[in-house]
């Protein structure tokens, strides 16, 4: 059974920074490709970021390219995203999730997903 678990959401100052973790367990995830969504309150769920497990390419949404790196340990089977210069409309539910192969931004092309962790920045 696979297992996504999300930490290191919290509350942090506009321009501040937090990196967040999803530990991943129950397969091998080197043909997965591994994402992070968000979604703020009243809005729908959003891409943020993905990764191909195996090859370590990345994609980012345009609002967050520069700030945001996403990467992954493979020895943990754990993948990061660190977030920098961090910004009100960041704030939102960071959700982990994980596809087989290929990378998508579609939310509902993952088929396994975390419990969330919050985010909040204020201004």
């Known amino acids: 059974q696979v297992q996504l678990v999300e930490s290191g959401g919290g509350l942090v100052q506009a321009g501040g920074s937090l990196r967040l973790s999803c530990a991943a367990s129950g397969r091998t995830f080197s043909s997965y490709t591994m994402g992070w969504f968000r979604q703020a309150p009243g809005k729908e769920r959003e891409f943020v970021a993905a990764?191909?497990?195996?090859?370590?390419?990345?994609y980012y949404v345009d609002s967050v390219k520069g700030r945001f790196t996403i990467s992954r340990d493979n020895a943990k089977n754990t993948m990061y995203l660190q977030m920098n210069s961090l910004k009100p409309e960041d704030t939102a539910v960071y959700y982990c999730?994980?596809?087989?192969?290929?990378?998508?931004?579609?939310?509902?092309?993952?088929?396994?997903w975390g419990q969330g962790t919050q985010v909040t920045v204020s201004s």
């Open positions: 990764i191909r497990w195996s090859r370590g390419s990345t």
């Open positions: 999730a994980a596809k087989r192969k290929d990378y998508s931004d579609y939310a509902s092309s993952y088929d396994y």
